[in-house]
C-alpha cells in the first residue's frame, strides 16, 4: 500500500541518482562505489536547489515572527490565563499581519518524503526489491547492490548500524550518525545564537525553534542506526547546504538587533576605515506612507553640497502672463 501510493516518489528518486550516475561513471566507472555514493550527493544538490524558494520563505517568516513577537507577548500577558482565547487572538495576529509561524519548517517537511523515498529505494536495494526506475534497469540494480561506500572495501551504500556484517561497517554507520545528530543540532544553534534578536527567544516561537533545536537531533540520533549509510550520507549534506545557506543570509542579511547585525556593521566600519571613508550608518532612509523617500535635512547634507531646486510645472495662463512681464 505504502509502495503504491509513494511510487512516484520512488520513481523521481531513483532517476535523479542514475542521471547523476550516467554523469559520473566516466569520471569513475559505472560499478564504481564512489560514483553511486555521489549520486546520492548528486540528489541533494537537486532537491535543496528546488527548495530554494522556501528557504527564502522560511527566511521571511522568521524575519516577520521576530518583528511581532512584542504584540505576542503583550496578547501571552494578557491572556495567558486563558489558553483557548490567546490561541484565537494568536491566530488573529497571524492572519491579519499574513505570517505563517510553521514557514521555517517548510524545508524539514518537504524533505521528509524525499527522505522516506530514498530510505525505500536503498532498502530495496538491499533486500533486492526493485523500487522506481530500478525496477527497469536491472543492471544497474546490480551494480548498485555491489557499491562500496566512498570506496570503502566491506562497507556498502546500503548497509546500516542494525545488522552489520562487520564491525569496518558498525564503525563507519555510528561516525555518521554522530555527524548528522552533531549537523541537525549545530544548523538550528547558529541560527538561534547569531541571528534571532533577544525578545524573539520568548514565547511560542521560540518554543518551536528549542524543539527543533534539541528534538530533531534526539529523533536522528535514536533512529539512524536503522537508516542506510546512503540515507545518512544523504542527511548530512543536506544539513551542510543548510548551514552554508545560512552562514550567507547571517553574514550578508542579518536579522534587525542580532548578534549578526552588529558584526556586520563593524565589517563594515572596519572596511570603511581601510579604504579612508566616513563610515555611514548602516540604515535605510525614512520612508513616506507612500513609499517615498523624505527629503535629507539640511543639517545632514555634506558641507558644500548644494541641492538643485526642481522647477515647477506651470500652467499655460502662467507662461502667457510670465512673457508679458
Wanted: aromatic content about 10%; overall charge positive; some cysteine.
Amino acid at each position: 500500500m505504502i509502495d503504491t501510493l509513494f511510487s512516484w516518489l520512488y520513481d523521481i528518486v531513483s532517476w535523479i541518482m542514475i542521471g547523476w550516475h550516467w554523469v559520473l561513471s566516466p569520471l569513475f566507472g559505472a560499478d564504481s562505489g564512489l560514483t553511486w555514493t555521489l549520486s546520492i550527493v548528486g540528489l541533494v544538490v537537486v532537491i535543496r536547489t528546488l527548495l530554494i524558494p522556501l528557504f527564502v520563505r522560511q527566511i521571511k517568516a522568521s524575519r516577520a515572527m521576530q518583528v511581532l513577537s512584542p504584540q505576542m507577548k503583550e496578547i501571552q500577558k494578557k491572556y495567558g490565563h486563558d489558553r483557548e482565547r490567546m490561541s484565537q487572538e494568536l491566530m488573529k495576529l497571524y492572519k491579519d499581519t499574513g505570517t505563517n509561524p510553521f514557514s521555517s519548517c517548510l524545508p524539514i517537511l518537504l524533505q521528509a518524503p524525499i527522505f522516506f523515498a530514498l530510505f525505500r529505494v536503498l532498502d530495496g536495494i538491499a533486500n533486492d526489491e526493485r523500487r522506481g526506475a530500478f525496477a527497469s534497469h536491472p543492471d544497474l540494480f546490480s551494480s548498485a547492490q555491489q557499491a562500496d561506500f566512498f570506496g570503502i572495501p566491506k562497507v556498502e551504500v546500503i548497509d546500516r548500524f542494525i545488522g552489520a556484517a562487520n564491525t569496518q561497517t558498525q564503525i563507519v554507520a555510528i561516525a555518521l550518525v554522530a555527524l548528522m545528530t552533531l549537523t541537525t543540532y549545530t544548523t538550528q544553534r547558529q541560527l538561534m545564537r547569531k541571528n534571532m534578536p533577544a525578545t524573539a527567544m520568548e514565547g511560542q516561537f521560540a518554543q518551536q525553534q528549542k524543539i527543533l533545536l534539541y528534538v530533531l537531533p534526539v529523533m536522528f540520533a535514536v533512529s539512524g542506526v536503522y537508516f542506510p549509510l546512503g540515507v545518512v550520507l544523504y542527511w548530512c549534506v543536506s544539513n551542510a547546504w543548510s548551514m552554508g545557506q545560512q552562514f550567507y543570509v547571517i553574514r550578508r542579511m542579518p536579522a534587525p538587533g542580532t548578534p549578526a547585525e552588529e558584526a556586520y556593521r563593524r565589517r563594515l566600519a572596519a572596511k570603511a576605515q581601510r579604504r579612508g571613508d566616513t563610515p555611514q550608518p548602516v540604515t535605510a532612509p525614512p520612508a513616506t506612507a507612500a513609499g517615498a523617500t523624505v527629503a535629507e535635512p539640511a543639517a545632514q547634507r555634506p558641507e558644500g553640497r548644494t541641492v538643485r531646486k526642481q522647477p515647477k510645472r506651470q500652467t499655460r495662463e502662467q507662461r502667457r502672463r510670465n512673457g508679458r512681464q
